[in-house]
């Protein structure tokens, strides 16, 4: 069993057994014996429990459990668009491919098949929970409610707001303000009515970003969040000409987050994705309200969008995890985030992206490794969706919600297993302190062997 420690550190919990009761909960942990079966032994002795009673998962050599990754900003709608963008940048983007895409989604048997992919997808990447963008349509957003509780993945369910109608597109807006926040509560009574105390899956309060939205919807669905305690996602500065665009719509705002703060959406229940180009006062504003950063580095990259300076926002004390922002980002994998969160962090170093004020020391500091790139994706999202007692690691009280990896090898007969492991080729002498960073530089969804979620089996590799 491997998870993180701290932000800088992995522990490796070897000849190891953990008990996971008919609730999904971890309910022991015994480790550090002299074999696998003595601590299976030991942990049914401490429970009480029969052997014939239990349903054992074993690693083979070579595999291991790691807690679930956690995508902090997805969108479901966008998931036919991975890897289409062109040489699109934020706002372009969003009239040309996004918008056109999610609009179609009103027809409830393609919403269905969109989204059952990408719940499918996901889980097959390792994603535990993740915090979903819908669209603005409210039965293919319940739609998506249905289906992640259905599969089994843990999510949060975003009904898209957006009722700005000189920015957002005639075929896909809603039609007022008050629509609009009628629309997000017939989205959260629908979650309460499958699973009423949002235990896998809660609603989101959305709205999708400021320009589409006016400071009568934002305020208005700040007053539902206070009522009700629901967590809130948007986007925050992730391109220049939306920075722009925001300072015009809104002038008597100092800055884009101040847009938000004014409005009372900068809750700690709240996660801002991309969060780039932030000033200093910005950060600060965040961080005083404990709100959230979701790093979304495929996407940043994609569409050109610049680079969010992680360790930055550490300095200041916000917490930070992993988005994967499908399809601004071309990949359903937070794997796949985490290795790119670790080259941006270098780009970061070399000096691109930085701010004129940032000095070497910081440049050099930028850097990110894999073991902190992993707190991002589980530790780091669970705080940011408010999970962190519940999920990310491997401790009494908390849920089991892991994935077993398994390395590729070379076989006796010389043959290469690459197509069932994946890009890895293991030879059996290296450190587990060797094997993590090439399942993060070199691995795939082949190398995610099995995922459950609260202790069912949600994906599985034949
Ligand atoms: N800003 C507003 N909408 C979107 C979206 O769908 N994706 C990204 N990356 N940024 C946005
Ligand atoms: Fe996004």
Sequence with gaps: FIHCKSVQELEYIHNAAVAVDGNGKIVGIERDHQDVEQAKGALLKSLAWSASDVEIHACKPGQFFFPGFIDTHIHASQYPNAGIFGKSTLLDWLETYTFPLESSLKDLAKARRVYT?????????????????????????????DICLDLGQRAFIGRVCMDNHDISPEYYRDES????????????????????????????????FAPTCSAELMT???????????????????NKKEIELVAQLFPDSKSYTD???????????????????????EASTIARRGSKVS?????????????????????????????????????????EAARQAVLVSRHLAIGLGASAETTPEELERSQLMPEEVLYLGTRGGARCVGLEKRVGGFEVGMDWDAQLIGLGSVDAAGMSEDDEHGNLEVFGWEKWEDIVPKWVYTGDDRNTKKVWVKGRLVHSRA
Excluded at 220 to 238: A, K
Aim: aromatic share 4%; hydrophobic share 40%.
């Design 177 to 208: 303000t008050e629509k609009s926040l009628e629309a997000t509560l017939k989205t959260v009574e629908h979650i309460r009515s499958i699973d009423p105390t949002f235990d896998m899956v809660s609603p989101v309060l959305t709205p999708r």
């Design 117 to 145: 992919a990408c719940v499918r997808r996901t889980l097959a990447h390792g994603t535990t929970m993740a915090s979903y963008f819908a669209t603005i349509d409210v039965d293919a957003t319940n739609l998506l409610a």
């Design 220 to 238: 208005g669905l700040s007053v539902i969040q206070r009522d009700m305690g629901l967590p809130v996602q948007t986007h925050v500065s992730e």
């Design 295 to 335: 790093h979304c580095p495929c996407s940043n990259s994609a569409l050109t969008s610049g680079v969010a300076r992680v360790r930055w926002l550490w300095d200041k004390g916000i917490d930070v995890g992993l988005g994967t922002d499908m399809s601004g980002g071309y990949s359903p994998s937070i794997l």
């Design 259 to 281: 847009v938000y703060d004014e409005c009372g959406l900068l809750t700690d229940r709240t996660i801002l994705a991309h969060a780039i180009h932030l000033s200093e006062e």
